[in-house]
């Protein structure tokens, strides 16, 4: 099984992707020129909707990494503390919501989104009770 760390580095790398779609999408509305070189200054013309939600999508799971990522890594300086076979559990599980939170903001399935954004809050919640338990142990 890999460990917590491990799962971190999948959602890091699945996060700092996320911009790759509805970039392509802003250059196929626009051109690759313009884009690349000149500031953005809302002359641009405005992307698909599906393009819309994964910007949006991406930016929420920027938000929500700044909560996991810092949980996990203590969790990990905790490890001998917590239970670590339920943290890279957590880890896993968290790195499955987030890529299929993307995937149905993006489809605009509000009612999975919200499904499977509340189950990262879970994990978040979960992984902060462990690092709570750790530090009053």
Known sequence: MQNEIYWLTLTLLATGLM???YVLNLFFVNG???PVF???SGDFKPLSKWAERARAAHYNAVENLVVFAPLVVLCHIYQDKVNIGAVVIAAMIYFFVRILHYIVYVLGLP???TVFFLVGVGVNVFLALQV???LAG
């Open 19 to 21: 911009w790759v779609p």
């Open 32 to 34: 690759i020129i313009d």
């Open 38 to 40: 000149k500031p953005y």
């Open 111 to 113: 009612g999975l989104r």
């Open 132 to 134: 709570l338990g750790a």
